[in-house]
């Protein structure tokens, strides 16, 4: 404890968990110290590459009902905590909650029914709260773009975020809020203590949020490799996430608020970092080509590789000890969980500091 009795907790990691953590403790009025292994204005993890959607019915469909519960309560908080953070830093963090569209070409309908059958399973019942079945008008009347396509399934209440601007601003809250900084300084965690170049720092709690950097320290952990594209165009302007079902190639399409689409995304069972293969190129751009053909003339601006944090079985873990916090395997799914993550650690916080101080 700091002279005035304020808990000093160390956050290693200043990617997507550890720049959220790092906030809203500090906010709470603990002395914070976060720690990166790289500069935290460009940051390397996979929150940088990320397309930032928040979508927990179209990832109901292939992961657990845990999932869909957290992401439920994430979007929620996200329409708050987005909210505070444009207010706190007074620019922008493109928190969208517009739904999102899933299309499919005529001859690939069945991947539309398929989808509706599925999510019916898996929320037992009625879905019509969730989701409505389109036709051609009333999808060009949603997404005026998607002129191609007959049919197509609008799930409500699905999100987005621009984390190429939500990373900065929470940098920038977390600056205003005294939040000591320490970049460049790749630290190991343990119990009360961090490790780093110039020797051991002792905390009342460390939160390891390192993603692939604790590989070491959690069991199982894995990189699973993605592939995304950013093009540019003003000939094709979407309103919101749209996926392509395709029985081979599955593609989304996120737009951003300065005429560039983030295009994702691969899963390759991999931690390979190197550079996109040109068949993911090609896969991806064949895609979207056939998403709208003005997009045959868009710029590929830019291309990102990174590996998502992964548990066994793919789902989210807490582990809690006295004095060590891990917070990891948020996988393909870190915007979609990481404020309900963030909220079950500020408890735990609480109880073990806050009420003994
Ligand atoms: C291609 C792609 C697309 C994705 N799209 C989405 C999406 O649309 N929606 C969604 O919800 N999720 C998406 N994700 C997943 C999301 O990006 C991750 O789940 C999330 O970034 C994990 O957050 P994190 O903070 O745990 O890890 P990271 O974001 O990886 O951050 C970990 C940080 O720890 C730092 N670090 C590592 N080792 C050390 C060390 N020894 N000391 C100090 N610091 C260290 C790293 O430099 C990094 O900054 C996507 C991921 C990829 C790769």
Same mark, same amino acid.
């Given at each position: 404890?700091?002279?005035?009795?304020?808990?000093?907790?160390?956050?290693? =990691?200043?990617?997507?968990?550890?720049?959220?953590?790092?906030?809203?403790?500090?906010?709470? =009025?603990?002395?914070?110290?976060?720690?990166?292994?790289?500069?935290?204005?460009?940051?390397?993890? $996979?929150?940088? !590459?990320?397309?930032?959607?928040?979508?927990?019915?179209?990832?109901?469909?292939?992961?657990?009902?845990?999932?869909?519960?957290?992401?439920?309560?994430?979007?929620?908080?996200?329409?708050?905590? $987005? $909210?505070?953070?444009?207010?706190?830093?007074?620019?922008?963090?493109?928190?969208?909650?517009?739904?999102?569209?899933?299309?499919?070409?005529?001859?690939?309908?069945?991947?539309?029914?398929?989808?509706?059958?599925?999510?019916?399973?898996?929320?037992?019942?009625?879905?019509?709260?969730?989701?409505?079945?389109?036709?051609?008008?009333?999808?060009?009347?949603?997404?005026?773009?998607?002129?191609?396509?007959?049919?197509?399934?609008?799930?409500?209440?699905?999100?987005?975020?621009?984390?190429?601007?939500?990373?900065?601003? &929470?940098?920038? %809250?977390?600056?205003?809020?005294?939040?000591?900084?320490?970049? @460049?300084?790749?630290?190991?965690?343990?119990?009360?203590? %961090?490790?780093?170049?110039?020797?051991?720092?002792?905390?009342?709690?460390?939160?390891?949020? /390192?993603?692939?950097?604790? @590989?070491?320290?959690?069991? =199982?952990?894995?990189?699973?490799?993605?592939?995304?594209?950013?093009?540019?165009?003003?000939? %094709?302007?979407?309103? /919101?996430?749209?996926? &392509?079902?395709?029985?081979?190639?599955?593609?989304?399409?996120?737009?951003?608020?300065?005429?560039? *689409?983030?295009? =994702? $995304? !691969?899963?390759?069972?991999?931690?390979?970092?190197?550079?996109?293969?040109?068949?993911?190129?090609?896969?991806?751009? *064949?895609?979207?080509?056939?998403?709208?053909?003005?997009?045959?003339?868009?710029?590929?601006?830019? !291309?990102?590789?990174?590996?998502?944090?992964? !548990?066994?079985?793919?789902?989210?873990?807490?582990?809690?000890?006295?004095?060590?916090?891990?917070?990891?395997?948020?996988?393909?799914?870190?915007?979609? &969980?990481?404020?309900?993550?963030?909220?079950?650690?500020?408890?735990?916080?609480?109880e073990q500091l806050l009420q003994v101080a």
């Amino acid at each position: 404890m700091t002279n005035n009795n304020v808990p000093r907790i160390a956050i290693a =990691g200043g990617g997507l968990m550890g720049r959220l953590l790092a906030w809203r403790l500090s906010r709470q =009025g603990l002395d914070i110290t976060l720690f990166e292994a790289g500069d935290l204005s460009t940051p390397g993890g $996979a929150c940088w !590459t990320a397309a930032g959607m928040i979508s927990p019915l179209s990832e109901l469909v292939h992961s657990d009902r845990k999932i869909y519960q957290l992401g439920r309560r994430s979007l929620a908080l996200w329409l708050d905590w $987005a $909210a505070e953070l444009e207010s706190l830093s007074g620019r922008p963090v493109e928190f969208r909650s517009a739904g999102s569209l899933l299309v499919a070409h005529g001859q690939d309908r069945s991947e539309l029914s398929q989808f509706r059958r599925e999510l019916a399973g898996k929320l037992s019942g009625d879905i019509s709260a969730h989701l409505q079945t389109l036709d051609a008008a009333e999808l060009q009347q949603l997404e005026p773009a998607l002129e191609n396509f007959e049919h197509g399934l609008y799930l409500r209440g699905e999100g987005d975020i621009n984390n190429r601007r939500l990373l900065p601003v &929470l940098l920038s %809250v977390l600056r205003q809020q005294g939040v000591s900084l320490r970049e @460049r300084t790749p630290v190991a965690c343990d119990s009360y203590r %961090v490790e780093h170049q110039e020797g051991k720092s002792q905390f009342d709690c460390v939160i390891d949020c /390192r993603g692939l950097g604790a @590989r070491d320290q959690v069991e =199982g952990l894995r990189g699973v490799r993605g592939e995304v594209l950013v093009v540019e165009t003003r000939e %094709v302007a979407l309103r /919101r996430p749209v996926r &392509l079902l395709h029985p081979r190639y599955q593609l989304y399409a996120v737009p951003r608020s300065d005429g560039r *689409t983030v295009i =994702g $995304a !691969t899963e390759i069972e991999s931690d390979d970092m190197s550079p996109i293969s040109v068949r993911s190129t090609m896969e991806l751009s *064949t895609a979207l080509y056939s998403l709208h053909p003005a997009f045959a003339e868009a710029r590929i601006v830019e !291309t990102r590789v990174n590996c998502r944090p992964a !548990t066994m079985d793919n789902m989210p873990y807490i582990h809690s000890e006295p004095g060590l916090l891990r917070v990891n395997g948020l996988y393909r799914h870190g915007y979609l &969980l990481a404020p309900a993550l963030a909220e079950k650690v500020e408890k735990i916080i609480t109880e073990q500091l806050l009420q003994v101080a």
